[in-house]
Structure formats: C-alpha cells, structure tokens
C-alpha cells in the first residue's frame, strides 16, 4: 500500500508539474489558452456597426488558426518562425476593437465628436475594451504598425512654450486590410453610401439652421420688414440716405470718378 501511494503521488506531482510548464510555455500566466483564444466582444449597449465592419471583425479571426491569412502580420515578430499564439490573440483581438471603432468614410479610429473632430482612443482603452494587459497591447499595436495594417498619428498640445502634453492618438485602418481579405468592392460601395448619408444629413442640418435664422429675423422684425435695419428707416424720415446706401455712393464714386 506504502508503495503503490508513493507511486500515485509520484505521478501526481509529475503531471502537475508537466501541466505547470505546458501552461507557462502556452502563455497562460496572462490567462492565454490556446484551444479557445479570446477575441473582442463589442461593449453592451452599443449600436449596431455597419455590417462590413462587423464581418471583418469576424474575417480577422482567422488569422488566429491560420496566420498566412495576413502574411506580412504574421511575420511582425521579425522571425522567420511562426507567431505565437499568444501574440496572435493578442493581434486580433486589438484589431476587432479597433474596426469596431473606424469611420467608414475615412477609417480613422476613435468617437466623433459634436463638433464633428475625431477623439483617438487611448491605449489603456483599448487593452480595456480588447480584453488585454496594456503590455500585450502595446506589443500588438507595435505589430499592427508593422505590418501597415494600421498607421498611428501622435498628437500633442502645447502647454507653454517649452511644454507639450500628448493626447490620444489618431489611428487609421489601411483598406489594403480590406483588400486582402476580399472586402475591396464592398467597400467602397459602403463607402459611397455613408459619404452620401453624411451628405444629406449636412443638407438637412443647414436647412435646420437657415430656418432658425429665418425665424429669429422675423421674430426681430415683428413681420415688419422694413424694421430690420432701424437706421435705414431713421434716415428715409429725415430724407436722408442710410449708412449703408451713403457707403456704397461713396464707393461708386471712388471707382468711377466723374471726369467731365
């Protein structure tokens, strides 16, 4: 009995210590398995992303089981070997986070804004959102860049004159992404759509603006044209000619002198 316990504790301990390296080779102390990569699940109450978007997301995910999906991402690590599969999760899942937040129209990443600017995500919101450590998102952002499926534009204010403070930067999604994924018609049929969208929804706003101007006019005017310019009126009592109307008659003067 002696001997057949010491045997099972033997073993035991065996297997936990080969599961223990099994599990630090796969890089699983940053809570990475390799059978069920974890891949970016879009905040809860978001609106709906046009679907293009939400199918590259999916398409990406690919990549995951077979890396020559994007070759040249997958040859980021500068190494002829393979990429790991740590830092293949790592990859798509902040690039899921990333397509969740481009512009269509001009794939810049970040929130729009109400004066219609783009606000950049900052990193520790992406390792948030993509489910990430900084550290592994900074490496995958770094991979990203590498393999120009995206480009990275740091922003700063000034401060003082010798002091600048840096800001979220502006990030853009390379469509050769599209591309070679086999997204590059659809597109730029998509695109098209939302630039003509925005288009219409600019056209309705101005409309909305002139109309309010309209209103505050003849709120002023009190449906009395002739109001609006009071100094006009003032001087049409007097039998004299208004500011404006004595401006241009100067003006007319000037530009054609009487040479007679």
């Not at 401006?247 to 002198?257: D, E, Q, S, V, Y």
């Given at each position: 009995?002696?001997?057949?316990?010491?045997?099972?504790?033997a073993g035991e301990t065996m297997h936990n210590n080969n599961t223990n390296s099994e599990n630090k080779n796969s890089g699983n102390n940053c809570g990475h398995c390799p059978e069920t990569p974890r891949h970016f699940v879009p905040p809860e109450n978001h609106a709906n992303r046009p679907q293009i978007l939400r199918k590259i997301i999916i398409a990406i995910q690919k990549f995951y089981q077979d890396p020559g999906?994007?070759?040249?991402?997958?040859?980021?690590?500068?190494?002829?070997?393979?990429?790991?599969?740590?830092?293949?999760?790592?990859?798509i899942a902040i690039l899921g986070c990333i397509l969740h937040y481009t512009d269509l129209v001009t794939l810049r990443v970040g929130i729009p804004q109400v004066d219609g600017s783009m606000a950049g995500l900052t990193m520790?919101?992406?390792a948030e959102k993509s489910?990430?450590?900084?550290?592994?998102?900074?490496?995958?952002?770094?991979?990203l860049k590498?393999?120009?499926?995206?480009?990275?534009?740091?922003?700063?204010?000034?401060?003082?004159?010798?002091?600048?403070?840096?800001?979220?930067a502006i990030r853009?999604?390379?469509?050769?992404?599209?591309?070679?994924?086999?997204?590059?018609?659809?597109?730029?049929?998509?695109?098209?759509?939302?630039?003509?969208?925005?288009?219409?929804?600019?056209k309705k706003q101005d409309r909305k603006k002139l109309a309010n101007i309209q209103m505050g006019l003849n709120a002023i005017n009190n449906g009395n044209p002739a109001s609006a310019d009071p100094a006009a009126d003032t001087a049409q009592r007097k039998g004299e000619m208004s500011p404006v109307s004595a401006?241009?008659?100067?003006?007319?003067?000037?530009?054609?002198?009487d040479t007679s």
């Open positions: 009995m002696f001997l057949l316990s010491t045997l099972l504790t999906t994007l070759p040249l991402l997958n040859a980021a690590n500068e190494s002829d070997r393979q990429q790991r599969s740590e830092r293949r999760e790592g990859c520790p919101f992406l489910g990430l450590g900084e550290r592994r998102a900074e490496r995958a952002i770094h991979d590498a393999a120009g499926i995206i480009t990275v534009h740091p922003i700063c204010t000034k401060i003082s004159d010798i002091i600048y403070e840096g800001i979220a853009t999604v390379s469509k050769h992404l599209f591309t070679a994924l086999g997204f590059h018609d659809w597109l730029r049929h998509e695109q098209q759509r939302a630039i003509e969208r925005r288009q219409k929804k600019n401006f241009f008659t100067g003006a007319r003067k000037i530009l054609n002198p």
